[in-house]
């Protein structure tokens, strides 16, 4: 069965910093990686998704991520945050072989930007 | 077009006591999704379908039952509920295999 690491679980950055969240995944095949982002209160919403093509891919808000498949990761970026990037955030993964498009997801990542 | 809707929003049951959280899209997608959100956890898959008249289990479904017998409409079922069972609860759907899960606002159930 696949499964999805995010290794840091609070991230507190401030202003204008620059941002790296890991996610590694577990599984073999082929996969379809995507981000989506908690605002406090409010519902998952996709920031941006990896299905083929160029591994570094580009997303809503400015975020990025990239895809680097001998590491099986798929770490999200942004050089420069903001207090409204405060959230919390998760990586999924949707196996190719998997019929029901379940996604798994990782435990998350809390992030606070302080002003 | 409203997406995906939950209903309710809140809910406090007591022990043994069920109850039936509703899921609706307006967006004729096949697949739909429970999912479970715990602290720290993620979101764990309770159960799915991929179609009208379907169901199938996810990775957390005890104690839970689904059914869709509309397209539009996904129902979680919880015939007795219990303290393990505090949770926020999000419905998802999505059109076609691969692509993007859209979420529901979620149901926030405190059972006591």
């Known amino acids: 069965a696949q499964s999805v690491s995010q290794h840091n679980h609070h991230v507190i950055l401030s202003e204008a910093a620059s941002l790296e969240l890991g996610c590694n995944y577990s599984y073999g095949g082929t996969v379809n990686l995507f981000w989506y982002v908690q605002y406090p209160g409010q519902h998952l919403q996709l920031l941006l998704k990896?299905?083929?093509?160029?591994?570094l891919v580009k997303g809503i808000k400015g975020f990025e991520a990239e895809f680097i498949k001998s590491k099986f990761s798929f770490n999200l970026r942004k050089p420069s945050v903001q207090w409204s990037d405060t959230a919390e955030y998760f990586c999924a993964v949707n196996a190719q072989n998997n019929a029901g498009n379940m996604l798994t997801f990782g435990g998350g990542t809390r992030l606070m930007v302080k002003p | 077009n409203a997406g995906v809707t939950q209903t309710p929003k809140f809910r406090v049951l007591k022990t043994g006591q069920s109850m039936t959280l509703l899921c609706a899209q307006d967006?004729?997608?096949?697949?739909m999704y429970w999912y479970r959100q715990d602290p720290g956890m993620g979101l764990r898959l309770i159960h799915y379908s991929v179609g009208e008249g379907t169901t199938a289990k996810g990775e957390v479904p005890d104690g839970y039952n689904v059914s869709r017998l509309k397209k539009q409409n996904f129902l979680l079922g919880l015939e007795s509920a219990a303290p393990s069972q505090t949770s926020v609860y999000f419905c998802a759907s999505t059109y076609t295999w691969g692509n993007e899960q859209f979420f529901g606002p979620g149901t926030r159930l405190t059972v006591l």
């Open positions: 990896y299905f083929s093509g160029d591994p």
């Open positions: 967006m004729n997608h096949e697949y």
